[in-house]
Nanobody, 126 residues
Framework: QVRLVESGGGLVQAGDSLRLSCAAS????????MGWFRQAPGNEREFVAA????????YYADSVKGRFTISRDKDKNTVYLQIDSLKPGDTAVYYC???????????????????WGPGTQVTVSS
């Protein structure tokens, strides 16, 4: 079993940048793909970005392309989410998860991921 813990959130102003971290522990050798999702109050959890652990291939939601960058550090078993030019609409709890599927076309919905961390709050003031 893999345990995930997110960090790096906070209260920032519009235009600022943040780097979120997701540290994995436990049976990390079985991880194929990791993803970041976010959930704003009253909304469903939505896909933000994902990265394939071995190849480094990345995937992004259209709404965040150009501002969000996902990366991973294999030695630290950590996935990062760099967020630039933050907007009030980015306010949400950000979660990382592990893909339940290996290989094939990437599946990038909430139902396709598991082992969720507790999340980290990002609040962007205007």
């Amino acid at each position: 079993q893999v345990r995930l813990v997110e960090s790096g959130g906070g209260l920032v102003q519009a235009g600022d940048s943040l780097r979120l971290s997701c540290a994995a522990s436990g049976r990390t050798f079985s991880t194929y793909r990791m993803g970041w999702f976010r959930q704003a109050p009253g909304n469903e959890r939505e896909f933000v970005a994902a990265i394939t652990w071995g190849s480094g291939n990345t995937y992004y939601a259209d709404s965040v392309k150009g501002r969000f960058t996902i990366s991973r550090d294999k030695d630290k078993n950590t996935v990062y989410l760099q967020i630039d030019s933050l907007k009030p609409g980015d306010t949400a709890v950000y979660y990382c998860g592990i893909s339940l599927y290996i290989g094939g076309q990437p599946r990038l919905t909430e139902a396709d991921f598991g082992s969720w961390g507790p999340g980290t709050q990002v609040t962007v003031s205007s």
